[in-house]
């Protein structure tokens, strides 16, 4: 399938949604309920991973059949994964490292890479393939929100979505920071819980986690 879509930057995107649920799933035909939950709890915007089978397929399911949704893609790590993400309705494309020509590909199709980052000399590369998003992975190993407030003062123009140990309690955190605009994790959207079909459960976590974010926000 090859979806056409209005382009979005980076920053649009985390400024719209402040909270990007990350999502692995073992069936394509979960990503539908699974979209409306999400939507439902007023979030806007979700990482569909290729750390499954299922991966591709359910980006295509979610896109086509939920256009209010932002669908991306995770876990991208080659050029060629980007063409077919994006073919599959993607809209943005998120790392968990940085890969120049992964970065080159995302810019060719229009579609925002968000690749993670761990250390200055990654975040130096960034500057200079003119990336003005990055994602700070897995953070909360790297040091959290101290870790991203000492990164981020020689990177002025830099804004990071922190991913990996992201969760209620160290949300605000990581959001009072300016740099920050958003933050990604996947508690709301256990495998567990969509495996058991349980969208309502979803719906509620995402909805108190939504709120978090956008109070913490307001709060910074």
């Not at 709890?41 to 990482?47: C, D, K, M, W, Y």
């Not at 200079?128 to 407030?149: E, Q, S, W």
């Not at 020689?154 to 920071?177: H, Q, R």
């Not at 740099?179 to 994790?185: K, L, N, R």
Request: proline share 9%; aromatic share 4%.
């Amino acid at each position: 399938m090859t979806t056409t879509t209005a382009s979005i930057t980076a920053q649009a995107l985390l400024a719209a949604c402040p909270l990007v649920p990350v999502v692995v799933l073992d069936r394509a035909e979960d990503a539908r309920p699974l979209g409306e939950a999400l939507l439902a709890a007023g979030i806007t915007a979700v990482e569909i991973t290729l750390r499954t089978p299922a991966g591709l397929d359910a980006i295509a399911v979610a896109s086509e059949a939920l256009p209010e949704l932002t669908v991306g893609a995770g876990s991208v790590l080659t050029s060629a994964q980007v063409d077919q993400v994006i073919d599959a309705g993607a809209r943005f494309v998120v790392s968990p490292g940085l890969h120049a020509p992964v970065v080159a590909r995302c810019a060719e199709r229009g579609a925002p890479a968000l690749p993670g980052v761990a250390t200055a000399s990654e975040l130096m590369t960034a500057v200079n393939l003119d990336l003005t998003v990055v994602k700070f992975f897995p953070a909360g190993l790297l040091g959290g929100p101290a870790a991203i407030r000492s990164m981020s003062a020689p990177f002025p123009g830099l804004s990071f979505l922190p991913s990996g140990g992201v969760g209620p309690e160290n949300l605000p955190d990581y959001l009072a920071l300016p740099c920050v605009p958003a933050v990604s994790g996947s508690w709301m959207v256990e495998p567990a819980l969509i495996r058991a079909g349980d969208w309502a459960e979803i719906t509620r976590r995402s909805a108190d986690a939504i709120a978090a974010a956008r109070a913490a926000l307001v709060a910074g």
